[in-house]
């Protein structure tokens, strides 16, 4: 352990060394998309008018290891897509899938941009469905899950930056096994999810979307098939990427 | 612990960084291209075993493969694999069985690589790694394989062109191999052929 | 922010390290209040065991609670996974009663400590009669912290003759919990079968293996890994170590070594109240071979030793029955069948026991009653389910990583 604490100064000394050298050089892109204002998910202009923004992308999860009993990674497969109305009003919608857990999101928002600043207020709720029938399973869940949430965003030069915060609310959940039925008609703070996003052009004038997101949550719908029932909060980190369509 | 060093020693580079002048972009406009890269790599495994480490060997030679597509903005997306000794470790005097454990491992990992001003870049990927552990003792050898399903790489280079086509670079990475919460950095130089 | 992929990097590494598994210790008493006591005798202790109601701090543990005593400790059980694990003494006829609390679900602990007063139910307890009433007094904390909320609980009635006359399984996995339950002692461990009955449990499931050089050996993951060990250099297949490799670079979680099966039934014969043993078979190949004989042989040992234990081998699978099916005489073989209801007949199995996902399935559990098996699910978590499979199903036990719960819900019965 000292040794790396001293491999690490080593190579802060010598980048802090290097960055001071480095020759600026500042030549013009010619792309000719550069010159367009770039398509974004985040950093919405179109206060006044009604536009449509879509992407399809995944994210690699990583479910808890107390709920799965081993380090797994999951892909999240999903759709997101974006509406803005007249008078800054926004729809938003999203579909995630893991085949046995799903999870499909709607809600309004309001948006306010000004140059390269972009705010965005919502408040998504979310249906999650879930099946398994085979392989020993017979159980099904249904659920609703309440996310208010607000992003800020800001384009410096060629990359939009979102950071993204949404509280987490659990309304309702009822699972079948065989033949009984158990709901939850009960709202329950489930935690909260911190985001970040960066948007930028990969090639032509397709943008690709990186994101960052952690979750702190008790309950967490992708692995509702592991029926955990630990009382505790987690982080679930996710790494995510999406193209804007 | 180390997790957090590594984390704050990022960030501080970071600020670090940024307290510089501002450089102008420098990205380059330049037709759609693919790359091959190549490194050699010395290895070193941040012992976390919690049991059974005495006489734990933790540096290593190792190599890697990457390719890349490097389209006209600054991101590259691709793959990257290699070939690392993680440790190794022999059994203490005295113990009732005498031998030695060694583990390798090969990553598969997709890439996202950014290139950040002229000749720095930052990489990060995710992926498969295919973990080999070979145990010797009273004369044979057991070799059993495991494949870690949540593993993470982060790097960062600086790479040099020699030409339009060849560039050479340096290159540290740090690597987390979920399975057995295996961490271990790298420092490596490696050769690109770009067409 | 001109370097994002870097603070990407860096929250990354922060959030993958944050869910790093906690223990959670168990609280000591920095001046316990049983320092000069003296022991209960075998008889005062049933005089104490029955359904309480609480008087104070009901929010906390629920309207009623399960008092028994299991083996040397006196035992708690609520409704939502809270658990209490106590000792007991008297003194001047005073009884007191000191000891923790734990939420089974989540990290929450405490210290407890409470007294019966003479006048109380504190004498006729320590006299060995029946007493007119039964309150004690006391307070519980959080953590370490001294106990300063107040907690009462006022005895209500005994067990009712149902509870007392019908034998139910309360079966704890793994022997007692999981490594994610966060529990003092790792699972499938020497220490944990030594630690099960503070829950409740009347019996265990185990995971059986075999090493590479035939001895059978208790762990539930096909792998080394560090859910189940410390971390150590071994890794891969377990089964393909020897058990002197085994023994020489493995420890489990909490520092235990890992017990070899005889090792394990053997301390369950000798020295738990323990009647119930499930062996889950993790392995199909030539592993009843092994296995076998040693189920016998402690079969033997109960017997000499006037103990009623059942010992069954897991069938968790085909493959695992057609292994059985190897054996001379199988039939005559105690086992437990995880499949339906045909294989139990063919294997002859004692119990059937289905997933509790399958739902409770009353028609077949009748059906196997009819035909002189036993029926017990596994494995079953949630509160509300084992609520509902214990009033509404027909099942004679089940097994759960949350034993005081299933306990709770059996001995409150009416």
């Known amino acids: 352990m000292r040794n790396w604490r001293n491999l690490s100064r080593l190579l802060l000394l010598i980048l802090l060394v290097m960055a001071g050298y480095i020759p600026v050089s500042a030549q013009e892109v010619n792309s000719i998309y550069a010159k367009e204002k770039m398509p974004s998910l985040y950093l919405l202009r179109y206060d006044t008018i009604t536009h449509y923004k879509a992407s399809i992308g995944f994210s690699m999860v990583q479910p808890p290891k107390d709920m799965v009993e081993t380090a797994i990674q999951a892909p999240l497969f999903n759709f997101h897509g974006i509406v803005t109305l007249p008078w800054k009003f926004i729809v938003e919608g999203d579909v995630t899938s893991l085949i046995v857990s799903n999870q499909i999101s709607l809600g309004p928002g309001i948006n306010f941009s000004k140059d390269n600043f972009g705010l965005k207020l919502g408040w998504d709720a979310a249906f999650v469905f879930g099946q398994l029938k085979q392989f020993g399973f017979n159980n099904t869940t249904k659920a609703w899950l309440q996310y208010p949430n607000i992003s800020a965003s800001y384009q410096w030069n060629k990359m939009i930056f979102t950071l993204k915060a949404e509280a987490i609310v659990v309304s309702w959940v009822e699972t079948k096994t065989g033949e009984n039925q158990l709901s939850t008609d009960r709202n329950f703070f489930n935690g909260y999810s911190g985001a970040f996003y960066l948007e930028q052009r990969l090639h032509k004038n397709k943008v690709l979307v990186i994101g960052f997101k952690d979750s702190y949550v008790k309950y967490y719908w992708p692995v509702w098939l592991t029926f955990s029932t630990f009382n505790r909060f987690y982080h679930v980190p996710e790494i995510s990427f999406s193209w804007i369509l | ?195 | 922010m001109r370097y994002p992929i870097l603070y990407i990097s860096a929250f990354i590494i922060l959030a993958v390290s944050c869910n790093k598994v906690e223990d959670v210790p168990v609280p000591v008493a920095k001046d316990s209040i049983l320092k000069g006591t003296n022991s209960l005798e075998v008889a005062s202790k049933p005089l104490m065991e029955g359904i309480y109601k609480v008087n104070s701090a009901s929010s906390v543990f629920g309207d009623t609670i399960v008092v028994k005593w299991t083996r040397e400790k006196l035992s708690f059980a609520c409704f939502n996974g809270i658990y209490f694990v106590m000792d007991a003494g008297s003194l001047n006829s005073d009884i007191s009663i000191e000891g923790y609390w734990r939420d089974g679900y989540s990290d929450g602990t405490g210290l407890c400590a409470m007294t019966i007063a003479k006048a109380e139910g504190g004498n006729e307890i320590v006299n060995e009669i029946t007493p007119q009433q039964i309150i004690m007094r006391g307070a519980f904390g959080y953590g370490d912290d001294t106990t300063d909320q107040t907690f009462t609980l006022t005895y209500i009635r005994p067990f009712s003759d149902k509870v007392k006359n019908t034998k139910f399984n309360v079966l704890a996995h793994r022997a007692g919990g999981r490594t994610s339950d966060r529990l003092p002692v790792s699972e499938n461990s020497i220490e944990m079968i030594n630690w099960t009955e503070r829950l409740g449990s009347t019996g265990i499931e185990v995971d059986v293996r075999i090493t590479r050089d035939k001895v059978a050996f208790l762990y539930h993951d096909a792998d080394i890994n560090i859910r189940l060990t410390k971390k150590g250099p071994l890794s891969g297949e377990i089964k393909a170590y020897s058990w002197q490799e085994l023994s020489s670079y493995v420890r489990l979680i909490h520092g235990e070594k890992i017990p070899t099966l005889e090792e394990a039934l053997t301390f369950v014969v000798d020295s738990t109240n323990l009647d119930f043993v499930y062996l889950d078979m993790k392995e199909d190949k030539e592993a009843m071979a092994v296995v076998i004989p040693i189920q016998q042989k402690m079969l033997h040992r109960a017997h000499d030793k006037g103990r009623t234990v059942t010992i069954v081998v897991g069938i968790p699978s085909t493959a695992v029955l057609n292994d059985l099916m190897t054996y001379p005489d199988y039939q005559a073989i105690p086992s437990l069948c995880e499949l339906t209801i045909d294989d139990v007949r063919t294997a002859n199995s004692i119990v059937w026991s289905p997933r509790w996902t399958m739902g409770t399935q009353i028609d077949l559990v009748e059906q196997m009653h009819s035909e002189g098996k036993t029926a017990i699910c596994w494995t079953i978590d949630n509160p509300a389910w084992i609520r509902d499979y214990l009033n509404n199903g027909h099942f004679d036990g089940l097994l759960t990583n949350f034993p005081s719960v299933v306990t709770y819900y059996h001995y409150i019965q009416k």
Request: glycine content about 8%; proline content about 4%.
């Open chain 2, 1 to 195: 612990m180390g997790r957090k060093n590594i984390a704050f020693v990022l960030i501080f580079l970071l600020t670090a960084l940024a307290a510089f002048p501002q450089q102008q972009d420098s990205a380059l406009a330049k037709p759609l291209r693919f790359s091959v890269t190549v490194g050699a790599c010395v290895t070193h495994y941040i012992d976390n075993l919690d049991y059974g480490n005495q006489n734990l060997g933790k540096n290593f030679a190792g190599f890697s493969f990457r390719l890349l597509w490097e389209p006209e903005y600054r991101l590259s997306l691709g793959a990257e694999t290699g070939s690392y000794t993680m440790f190794k470790v022999k059994s203490p005097p005295g113990s009732a069985i005498t031998g030695d454990i060694t583990r390798r491992v090969t990553p598969v990992f997709l890439l996202v690589r950014m290139h950040i001003v002229d000749y720095i870049y930052f990489s990060t990927g995710f992926g498969l790694a295919f973990l080999t552990n070979t145990s010797n003792h009273a004369d044979q050898k057991i070799v059993t394989n495991t494949t870690s399903l949540s593993n993470y790489l982060f790097s960062a280079s600086y790479i040099y062109p020699l030409s339009t086509h060849w560039q050479l670079g340096v290159e540290v990475k740090v690597f987390d191999f979920g399975a057995y919460n295996d961490w271990m950095n790298s420092m490596q130089v490696f050769g690109t052929f770009r067409f």
